[in-house]
T-cell receptor, first 108, second 118 residues
Framework: GIQVEQSPPDLILQEGANSTLRCNFS?????LQWFHQNPWGQLINLFY???GTKQNGRLSATTVATERYSLLYISSSQTTDSGVYFC??????????FGPGTRLSVLP | NAGVTQTPKFRVLKTGQSMTLLCAQD?????MYWYRQDPGMGLRLIHY???????AKGEVPDGYNVSRLKKQNFLLGLESAAPSQTSVYFC??????FGEGQDSYEQYFGPGTRLTVT
């Protein structure tokens, strides 16, 4: 099945800093989503982005499908950005595969 | 529009007991999914449904059964709970995995059910 890797596994930032999270996947995909899981366990949809670039406020994402990776950019980070960021993909197999996540801690 | 809801939010079971988790969605989505999330890990697919009356196995189906009698509801059952099933369970739905238009593949998640089996 499709493999998903995320890097870095852990990231500590000072409030106001910028960061880039990466998701690599092993096969072509028709669905790629980025999620934020907050400290209370709630999964929040950030982007649906199987290809191209999207922006939403301080967050943006780019997926280069031909090279099988996606990047999530967080600018001017805030303490509320803390949590785990997951990338998940599907390749027509009806099996949405999650990566292991990047744990982000933003310090005040 | 409540999106995806799950009942209950928390549950503690003893080994061997049974229970059913309910997922409901009000977005008229065709596809529904059940996942489990173990500590420090991503979500893994248990079972899914591509429409009313249909179900299929995901990555980790053993010990679970599901039913989709109504389009808006997807039930996850544990017939004989085991400590290894202690986890957080998430339900999700999407319009269609093979629908028209890019956004039809997007999955929407419920708030989760925290289950402890002692």
């Amino acid at each position: 099945g499709i493999q998903v890797e995320q890097s870095p596994p852990d990231l500590i930032l000072q409030e106001g800093a910028n960061s880039t999270l990466r998701c690599n996947f092993s096969d072509s995909v028709n669905n790629l989503q980025w999620f934020h899981q907050n400290p209370w366990g709630q999964l929040i949809n950030l982007f649906y982005i199987p290809s191209g670039t999207k922006q939403n406020g301080r967050l943006s994402a780019t997926t280069v499908a031909t090279e099988r990776y996606s990047l999530l950019y967080i600018s001017s980070s805030q303490t509320t950005d803390s949590g785990v960021y997951f990338c998940a993909v599907d390749n027509y197999g009806q099996n949405f595969v999650f990566g292991p996540g990047t744990r982000l801690s933003v310090l005040p | 529009n409540a999106g995806v809801t799950q009942t209950p939010k928390f549950r503690v079971l003893k080994t061997g007991q049974s229970m059913t988790l309910l997922c409901a969605q009000d977005m008229n989505h065709e596809y529904m999914y059940w996942y489990r999330q173990d500590p420090g890990m991503g979500l893994r697919l248990i079972h899914y449904s591509v429409g009313e009356g249909t179900t299929a196995k995901g990555e980790v189906p053993d010990g679970y059964n599901v039913s989709r009698l109504k389009k808006q509801n997807f039930l996850l059952g544990l017939e004989s709970a085991a400590p290894s099933q202690t986890s957080v369970y998430f339900c999700a739905s999407s319009y269609s995995a093979f629908g028209e238009g890019q956004d039809s593949y997007e999955q929407y998640f419920g708030p989760g059910t925290r289950l402890t089996v002692t």
